[in-house]
């Protein structure tokens, strides 16, 4: 009942919705970088609830099953081969046993979801089965794993196939955001700033925080640690702006000035680096 | 007397800050534990997590919040409502730290800067009584406060990229040690080998908010000799109830 790990890919891991209630003791909410394509992916199953897929970035994994079971892929687009032949994206599909599943490269926006029938059966440390460093036993996917799954004889659900991706969402470069706790202590130019120039992704971005390129300058003073959320932009002395994204920390102690909303998070996410945001208050 | 009221901010469709005054203070802490045990209490089902820090309380909700007028209502009638806390009996725990050069890689530097020897900078952080106020930043990171005025030093300018799990360090009027490995830009003094978070018990961490914390100057060999002892989970934690 299991799925081999050919090649692991770049980085992959399971994620669920994440790991709430633990904020306490320090650790983060983890879970799917893109909540709304993670869901998809277990939608066109028909599976219950926000079951645990495989998150993948960049260059993807080559899995092999030793189960038969029926499966999804979702997200904005990717090169993906069952037994050499290309097959779509969004769109669920039949696995034999001893199928090989080869994720050549996620060829547009940043992560794509594999979802399989039950979800996958990964260890649940602390209510969740979102890989984290430090808390479950490995933080991604590795050579040679045999990842649990449920396996499934039946037949692929054919009603779900009418529901499309709305990809158009993730074309808009607008990324809404509210003030955050310490917008009020920004100067009028700072203000001004946030909301007129377009900021550049950078390359040193992570499941954790994405960075961006062009400075604002500024002279906010430090805070006192506080608690932070994902999504949430703080701003450095040295005008540097940190999206913390879903692995976020739980405190920080850098000013709190604006708070993406919910559903441009998942927009972000697919941001790749070099592309350009432009911040709208919502 | 009771803290001066706070400021209710909205975070996102989700949360809600409630502010205190920007102090590190024992007496703040425990209204701040009290008003979050308040909600805990008389929360709605959309309340998920409330989180606090030093003067801070994050209200998380799982749906946008509908009308935030009645929640910062709710709130503080609750608050108003609230009794000051009394004293009630606390957990001293000491914990071993190795303040050897091995691990102390700011030590130096920092007894040039304080013109202190570094002897006197182990005496003066190991003799002082801590206390825990929450945890953040990572797993398991306690932070501990309120470091003596003359230990007190700002984060090094550029972080480092690696910090060795154990690693104790201080920063600004705060002390803390690192659970696990991490980048990070506080100056480290020396290394606790206990395991301060657990992933597979439950709950994690054997610290609560409001816990004492002191450190007790160890040598390389029994820093060497705990490390065993952990590792095998044989390792006693010196603790007291303190009246």
Redesign the interface.
Known sequence: MAIEVLKPGLWTSIQDSGR?????????ISGAMDKYAAAFANMLLGNFGKEAVMEITHLGPVLKFHEKTIAAISGLNADILLNGKKIPINESFQIEKGAVLSIERVSDGNWIYLAVFGGFQSEI??DSRSMY????SQAKIKKGDFLKIRGFSGTKPEHYSIVRFQKRTYLSNRIKV????EFSLLSKNNKNELFQKQFTISPDSSRMAYLLEEKVENNLQS?????V?P?TVELTPDGKLIILMRDA????GYP?VL????ESLDVLAQKKTGEKIQFVLS | MKPSNPQFISYGEYAILVQWEKIIDEKLLWFILAAKEKIKENKGKAIVEVIHTFNSLLVKYDEPIKNIYDEILMFSELFSSMDIPKNKPVKRFSLPVCYDEKFALDLKVFAREKKLCPEEIISLHSSKIYTLYFMGFLPGFLYLGTLPKSLRLPRKKQPRKRIEKGAVGIAENQTGIYPKSSPGGWQIIGNCPVDLFQPNYLPPSIFSPGDQIEFYPVSLEEHGFISEEVKKEKFQHRMEIIE
């Open positions: 709430m209630g633990f904020g306490n003791f320090g650790v983060p440390i602390m460093d430090g808390i479950t509210f003030r955050g706790p805070i006192l640690t506080g608690p959320l999504g920390p739980v405190t920080g709190r708070q993406v909303c919910e």
